[in-house]
Structures are given as structure tokens and as C-alpha cells.
């Protein structure tokens, strides 16, 4: 089941249904526009939206109801970005090939730059556990595969003592990344075989039992969230939902390509989808899953 494109004039109600969340009469809305390409959001604590405008090298703070604002100027080409259950932010730097923490006021501190002595290709997206296990995702776009010093694409792990892991390989390149609600399956979406592949997770953060979850998606899958009955939400061609057994149950339909999303407002229950040069949101029944 398909909603319909948005009309970019307004709002304009949606019909389906959807299991455990519904989407009778929801309306998806354009809350910020005039961006180059938006990407990485992420909702704070502290009560606004955080997103990338990749082009502009720019981190963008959008507050619901009072506009946006831009709190990282030369951004070094940010990209997926992360808060964990301190509040500390993490960002994927395209342009540095890196991924850096900032603390609450405002150091910098880099993670993670290299694999056994070489740049990553471009750090994409990034979660982060509960208990503060890291994952993110290392593939290459555009010009970016000119430079590359890695001869493959990457998902990796960074373990609570900062030790490096790689956790697969891909043939394809690796872009969105997710958790499940109880942090114990790692979902990354391939854009190239366009697929979802879900990892098991043990305490220690170690994952296993590889495996594809969804197959022969839409478009090209980039970001995924996921919701607190652990519905995944896939930007591809639309905004996607899967069952946590991998079964198509809706998509939404955007009047922009989609290229991430994440649940926001105080009771997690938008979601706010960035796409291309605008930032839309939809309300939602059901809670996102967020592990800070």
C-alpha cells in the first residue's frame, strides 16, 4: 500500500493502514526548505531536530515551530549524525574521512579515521547502543571513489575501550544503519544490492548470524530508523515500512527523494523525513525506538 505524493502547496491527508501503526489520515508536511541536500537527522533531548546539509557543510538545527539555524558552520562534509544517552553528539565527516564525538561543550574528539593504517572512503551513518557501542557505515560516492585507499566498502564497531572492528565486507556499498529496540540486531541497508541485512548483536556488542532481511527494495535504500514495535522504516524511493520479519506494510510517498528520517518531538511520535532540499515531518501512533 502506497500514500500518495505530497503537494508541496500543503498538506494533503494520506489513507492506509498499517498493523500496529496506522496511517489512516495521516498528513506529511514540508517544515524547512531552500537546503542543497539534507541528510543525518536526529532528534536531541534538548527539544529540536539536527540535520546535515551535506553540500553546504553545514549542521542544521531545526526547533518545531521556530525555524532552523545553522550551529556548525564548515562542517567538514557531515553526514549521519548520532546522539548518545550522555548527549554527546557523533558525526560522520565525508570530507575528513572520519568520525568524531563532540562532548557537551563542544570539544571535539576523533573516534575513528583509519583501518589498519588507511583513510576510510567517507564515514556515512551512525548509531549508537544504549551502552555505547558504535556502528557506522563506510561506503563511496561520487568523487569520492577517486581518492579511496580502502579497496572495499565497510560497516564497523567501535567497542566501548575505542577498539576498532569491522563487522562486514560488503560487495555493495553500506549506507544506513539502525537498531533494533533492544539493541540486539544491527540492521545496515546496502544502496547498491538494495537490500537490508540484519546482524545478531551479543552484550559485548559482537555480531553474528548474518543474514538478509529484506530483498528487491524500490529504489535505492539509504537511511532506516526504527519504531518501538520494531517496524523499519526504509528511505529509498519513498519512506518504506517493513515488519520486523522483513514484510513490505506501507510506504509514504514524498514530492522529493528521501534520504533519511528519524523520530522526533518530545513524545517521539513524528517523523521527520530529510529529503533532497527540504525537511518534512509526519505524525505518527506509534513511538520511534531511540537507544540515548
Known amino acids: 500500500m502506497r500514500t500518495p505524493a505530497l503537494l508541496l502547496s500543503g498538506l494533503v491527508p494520506f489513507l492506509g493502514a498499517l498493523q500496529s501503526q496506522t496511517f489512516d489520515d495521516v498528513k506529511i508536511e514540508r517544515v524547512s526548505a531552500g537546503h542543497r541536500f539534507t541528510e543525518g537527522p536526529v532528534w536531541s533531548r534538548e527539544g529540536y531536530l539536527l540535520f546535515s546539509d551535506v553540500p553546504n557543510n553545514q549542521l542544521i538545527k531545526l526547533i518545531p515551530g521556530e525555524g532552523t539555524s545553522v550551529t556548525r558552520e564548515n562542517s567538514n562534509g557531515a ?6 544517552k550522555e548527549g554527546r553528539l557523533y558525526t560522520c565527516e565525508s570530507r575528513t574521512r572520519r568520525v568524531i564525538r563532540f562532548d557537551k561543550k563542544g570539544n571535539v574528539e576523533v573516534l575513528a579515521d583509519k583501518w589498519e593504517g588507511k583513510r576510510f572512503n ?18 563511496a560516492f561520487g568523487n569520492q571513489a577517486d581518492t579511496r585507499e580502502l579497496d572495499f566498502y565497510g560497516v564497523y564497531h567501535i567497542a566501548l575501550k575505542g577498539e576498532l572492528k569491522l563487522v ?4 555493495g556499498r553500506p549506507n544506513g544503519i539502525a537498531l533494533s529496540p533492544n539493541g540486539r540486531i544491527l540492521y545496515v541497508a546496502n544502496s547498491d544490492d538494495r537490500n537490508i541485512r540484519a546482524y545478531d ?10 543474514r538478509i532481511l529484506v530483498k528487491g527494495i524500490e529504489g535505492v535504500p539509504d537511511g532506516i530508523r526504527v519504531d518501538e514495535k520494531g517496524n ?10 517493513y515488519s520486523p520479519l522483513g514484510k513490505l506494510i506501507h510506504t509514504l510517498d514524498l ?14 511520535q513524528t517523523l521527520y523525513i530529510t529529503a533532497r532540499t527540504s525537511v518534512y515531518r509526519v505524525r505518527l501512533d506509534v513511538k520511534g525506538a531511540v537507544q540515548y
Request: charged share 25%; aromatic share 8%; net charge negative.
Open 122 to 139: 567517507a564515514p556515512n551513518d551512525i548509531v549508537v547502543r544504549r551502552d555505547g557501542h558504535v556502528y557506522f557505515t563506510d561506503p
Open 255 to 268: 514530492a522529493e527523494t528521501p534520504a533519511n528520517c528519524a523520530f522526533g518531538d518530545p513524545d517521539l
Open 79 to 84: 553526514n549521519g549524525n548520532a546522539f548518545d
Open 201 to 210: 548483536l551479543d552484550r559485548n556488542g559482537e555480531p553474528s548470524n548474518e
Open 232 to 241: 523499519l522504516y526504509v528511505t529509498a524511493k519513498g519512506v518504506a515500512v
Open 168 to 171: 562486514a565486507k560488503p560487495a
